[in-house]
Nanobody
């Protein structure tokens, strides 16, 4: 059974940092490209970052370039999203996905003073 479980969300002040984690199981993690998406209230789900199966290629939405870093540990199966310089517009539910086929339940990130 495929499971993706996100954690690490919370409330943070503007300019702060958070690291999201996604624990993956039930599929060949090391063979799957992985992504983070987010969905803000009233908006469509949008792609935040993608990482290739062996981690050599990453891509980011323009809105997060230079502030967010996606990474993975193929030995232990977590996916990470390190977020720096957070802005109120980063407030959303963040989801990890394996190939846009399997999805986690999401973790809430709220950036507010």
């Amino acid at each position: 059974q495929v499971q993706l479980v996100e954690s690490g969300g919370g409330l943070v002040q503007p300019g702060g940092s958070l690291r999201l984690s996604c624990a993956a199981s039930g599929f060949t993690f090391g063979s799957s490209a992985m992504s983070w998406f987010r969905q803000a209230p009233g908006k469509e789900r949008e792609l935040v970052a993608t990482i290739s199966s062996i981690g050599g290629i990453t891509n980011y939405a323009d809105s997060v370039k230079g502030r967010f870093t996606i990474s993975r540990d193929n030995a232990k199966n977590p996916l990470y999203l390190q977020m720096f310089s957070l802005k109120p517009e980063d407030t959303a539910v963040y989801y990890c996905t394996a190939g846009r086929i399997y999805w986690g339940q999401g973790t809430q990130v709220t950036v507010s003073s």
